[in-house]
């Protein structure tokens, strides 16, 4: 209201809106503390940009740390069958169950990651079967390890699997 008066009078008011990560930003990211740090991310999905990439693989290892992926099926793809994973994962957290890994979906997953040092510092995805390394990397960034290599949780690019 407030806003309008001040617009009507012929004031010129600068509206911000909060910073959201989206696809285009190229990563998984945050800062600050990291309990809210994915619930502005992008949307992965079949057809979608990032269908092949590393975010996809970071996905694909959250829905193996909850037991609807098997190791063998993270590839950075996100198909038919992460396409299900996913949908079967939202059905059991009371999400719309889509197949579509949107805002709600990456929120509920960041959840999940945990400080098991106590250093203040994401380190852990908590999964229900299993827990897997996830940091957030000096430049907020992202990272899940595959072995005993790291990957940079990137919209754009695929060096997973």
Known sequence: ?????????????????????????????????????WDDEGTLARGYPGTYSNATC????????????????????????????????????GLEADGIVGKLTFAKAGDKLRDQTGDGKVETYDGTKLDITVVRNSSGRYEFSEGISTHVASYTNRTCA
């Not at 309008?4 to 190229?26: F, K, Y």
């Open 1 to 37: 209201m407030a806003l309008a008066s001040l617009m009507a009078l012929g004031l010129n008011v600068a509206v911000t809106t909060p910073a959201s990560a989206n696809i285009n930003d190229g990563y998984i990211s945050g800062s600050g503390a990291f309990a809210d740090d």
């Open 58 to 93: 970071l996905w694909q290892k959250v829905l193996y740390a909850d037991g609807y992926l098997l190791n063998s099926e993270v590839d950075g793809v996100f198909g038919t069958t992460t396409e299900a994973a996913t949908y079967n994962w939202q059905r059991a957290r």
